[in-house]
């Protein structure tokens, strides 16, 4: 049968929808894991003086010969928990290692673009002691005076650094989220 002029066709309008309605729901994916990329990083960067803390104040005198010397079956619930305590340590320096060269490389990349001071941001945020303990709508206004500009810049060069620190920090996997 032929099309009509001025007759509608339901089931073209019905895929149009669905068409629309699934581009609308990747999109929303796409922006929700998007977001939970940044809020990771972000989560980092605030946590990174306590992991450092962490790390520093930590004691690992256990020689790896005498914990390979026992199998898991052979460990007690206490020792375990020794070893998972252990295990968190060597997983939280390999971070805070990561973590110290991807900010190295993402401070040589803002110096070469000739652009130090969003880098700045991110240090003077996270980075320095003096400030963890500021509340944060003070450290903003802190940050903006010391480096001469708005909270507006401050804010929007924040979320560039974490954008470009998130891509350093885990590579690939930051990339496919935006995919």
């Known amino acids: 049968m032929g099309k009509k002029l001025g007759t509608v066709n339901v089931q073209e309008i019905a895929t149009a929808a669905a068409v629309e309605a699934l581009k609308l729901q990747k999109n929303e994916e796409r922006m929700r894991k998007r977001k939970n990329r940044f809020h990771n990083t972000e989560l980092l960067l605030k946590h990174y003086l306590g992991l ?3 790390f520093e104040n930590s004691q690992d005198t256990a020689s790896e010969d005498v914990i390979e010397a026992f199998s898991v079956e052979d460990l007690a619930n206490e020792d375990v928990t020794i070893l998972a305590i252990r295990r968190s340590r060597i997983r939280t320096i390999v971070m805070i290692k990561q973590m110290e060269a991807s900010l190295t490389r993402l401070q040589e990349r803002m110096v070469a673009k000739g652009q130090p001071e969003k880098y700045e941001v991110i240090h003077k945020l ?5 400030k963890s303990l ?3 709508s003070d450290r903003l206004q802190l940050v903006a005076a010391e480096i001469h500009c ?3 810049s401050v804010r929007r060069w924040r979320n560039e650094m974490i954008d470009e620190f998130s891509i350093l920090l885990f590579g690939v996997d930051a990339l496919q989220l935006e995919t």
């Open 150 to 152: 708005g909270e507006s």
């Open 52 to 54: 450092v803390e962490h």
């Open 126 to 130: 996270y980075l320095e002691p003096s």
């Open 134 to 136: 500021i509340q944060w």
